[in-house]
């Protein structure tokens, strides 16, 4: 059974920081990027981050220099560190796993900037 499950999430003020994990088990494929998407309300989801097997990575233009993304692929672990956090980052973050077969998802963590 696959599983992607994230933690981190929660309420954060203005210029805070917060750290999001994403864990995967039983993927049966090789897992080739890893990806956050976010979901605010009334919004699509879109692309925040994302990060290859081997380390090259890819933002949005609305988190550069803000989040930086990271894996550890002997634990298929993804990680969000979110810096400098804005209101308008509040969303539910998704984690995203795919491979040659094709994508898995986790349930998201919601992630609220509010003072």
């Known amino acids: 059974q696959v599983q992607l499950v994230e933690s981190g999430g929660g309420l954060v003020q203005p210029g805070g920081s917060l750290r999001l994990s994403c864990a995967a088990s039983?993927?049966?494929?090789?897992?080739?990027?890893m990806d956050w998407y976010h979901q605010a309300p009334g919004k699509e989801r879109e692309l925040v981050a994302t990060?290859?097997?081997?380390?090259?990575?890819n933002y949005a233009d609305s988190v550069k220099g803000r989040f930086t993304i990271s894996r550890d692929n002997s634990k298929n672990t993804v990680y969000l560190q979110m810096n400098s956090l804005k209101p308008e980052d509040t969303a539910v973050y998704y984690c995203?796993?795919?491979?040659?077969?094709?994508?898995?998802w986790g349930q998201g963590t919601q992630v609220t900037v509010s003072s």
């Open positions: 990060i290859t097997r081997s380390g090259n990575t």
């Open positions: 039983g993927v049966p494929f090789s897992i080739n990027t």
């Open positions: 995203h796993a795919g491979t040659s077969f094709g994508g898995y």
